[in-house]
């Protein structure tokens, strides 16, 4: 079936850290990766996202590695600051234009000053 | 270009009732797909409507139906509410041809007492 899993659920680090998140995910037909940011009482927002034809993807601080063999994909966020603060998701997609997403549990990411 | 808009932001319903929930995608996005969002089961998968027709389908109850219009505004209803119906409900839209990002509404908050 499938399945998206995604460690670590909670995570603290001090600003100007980095912090990295994991997924694995089950379905080898999977080809678009998004990850989504989630600050309390708000919508999920779109901060990243990859495609399997691609191995790694930057956007200023924020960076998505995949490893297809694996199965795995990762966010990477660099300098971390405390708005960066938030419950990140990542997600697996068929793709084709098919609006289904598969969530991992999520990553509760704390900032410290 | 307006986002993803969706109402009411709130509902209180009591066991047994029904409800129906109304999402209305970015103007031009054909797809919308529904989540529901639960502390305990994370961000699970509902159904996706494209071009008013139904085209995936999590592992719900049928209580938990949805319908789509021609001008794209998707509608859910969940009936014989149950009091672990009590979540927040997401719609997302997108495309729904080629171009794979989603985008979120705010959500409906529904408790069931």
């Known amino acids: 079936g499938e399945n998206v899993e995604q460690h670590p659920s909670t995570l603290s680090v001090q600003e100007g850290d980095s912090a990295v998140i994991k997924c694995t995910y089950s379905d080898s037909a999977s080809n678009y990766f998004p990850w989504y940011k989630q600050e309390l009482g708000k919508r999920p927002q779109l901060i990243i996202d990859i495609r399997s034809n691609v191995g790694e993807k930057k956007d200023q601080r924020i960076a998505v590695t995949l490893n297809k063999t694996a199965k795995h994909f990762s966010l990477h966020i660099t300098e971390t600051q405390p708005e960066d603060s938030a419950v990140y998701f990542c997600?697996?997609?068929?793709?084709?234009?098919?609006?289904?997403?598969?969530f991992g549990a999520g990553t509760r990411l704390a900032v410290h000053p | 270009k307006a986002g993803v808009t969706q109402t009411p932001r709130y509902l209180i319903k009591t066991r047994g009732q029904q409800v129906t929930l109304s999402c209305s995608p970015i103007s031009g996005h054909r797809s919308v797909s529904w989540y529901q969002q639960t502390p305990g089961q994370g961000l699970q998968f509902l159904f996706e409507?494209?071009?008013?027709?139904?085209?995936n389908k999590g592992n719900f109850p049928g209580r938990f139906s949805g319908r789509q219009f021609s001008n794209s505004r998707s509608e859910m209803n969940v009936s014989t509410l149950e009091l672990g119906d009590s979540a927040l409900y997401l719609c997302?839209?997108?495309?729904?041809?080629?171009?794979?990002?989603?985008?979120f509404g705010q959500g409906t908050r529904l408790t069931v007492v």
């Open positions: 409507y494209f071009s008013e027709t139904q085209r």
């Open positions: 997302a839209s997108s495309t729904g041809t080629g171009q794979l990002e989603a985008f």
């Open positions: 997600a697996a997609s068929k793709g084709g234009g098919y609006n289904k997403l598969i």
